[in-house]
C-alpha cells in the first residue's frame, strides 16, 4: 500500500516550481513598493519646495509689428491702384515660407496616403 506521505510528498512541487510563485509574489510586492515609494517622494518634494509665482504666468509674446515705413508705403500703393475712397483695416505679414512648405508637404503625404487602396 502507497501511504498518505508519499501521495502528497508526490503532489507537492519541489524545487524550482515550489518557490515560483513565491518568487512572483515577492517580486510584484517589491515593484508595488517602489510605486508607492516614489509617488510619496514625489508628493513629499512637491510639498517642499513649491514653483516660484514667476513661472507661473504666461510668456507675453509681442505682437509683431510692421515698421511705419513699410506701413507707408503699403498705403501709398493702394492709395495709386484704388482711386475711389478707402480705408486700410489690418495689414498682417504673410505666412513664412517654411509654414507654406510644411502645408504642401503635409498636402503630399495626403495625396499619398489617400492612394493607398487595401485589397
Same mark, same amino acid.
Given at each position: ?22 518568487? @512572483? ?9 517602489? @510605486?508607492?515609494?516614489? %509617488? ?14 514667476? +513661472?507661473?504666468?504666461?510668456?507675453? =509674446? ?10 507707408? =508705403?503699403?498705403?501709398?500703393? =493702394? +492709395? ?10 489690418? =495689414? ?12 504642401? +508637404?503635409?498636402?503630399?503625404? %495626403?495625396?499619398?496616403? +489617400? ?5
Amino acid at each position: 500500500m502507497i501511504s498518505l506521505q508519499l501521495i502528497l510528498a508526490d503532489a507537492a512541487p519541489s524545487g524550482p516550481q515550489a518557490a515560483g510563485w513565491q518568487t @512572483m509574489l515577492l517580486i510584484f510586492a517589491g515593484i508595488i513598493g517602489l @510605486m508607492f515609494a516614489v %509617488r510619496f517622494l514625489g508628493l513629499y518634494l512637491a510639498a517642499t519646495h513649491p514653483e516660484p509665482l514667476d +513661472s507661473l504666468k504666461p510668456a507675453l =509674446v509681442p505682437e509683431p509689428t510692421i515698421e511705419p515705413k513699410i506701413l507707408a =508705403v503699403i498705403a501709398a500703393t =493702394v +492709395s495709386q491702384m484704388i482711386p475711389e475712397p478707402h480705408r486700410l483695416l489690418a =495689414v498682417k505679414k504673410a505666412p513664412s515660407v517654411e509654414s507654406l512648405m510644411q502645408q504642401w +508637404s503635409m498636402e503630399g503625404r %495626403r495625396a499619398i496616403y +489617400s492612394s493607398h487602396h487595401f485589397r
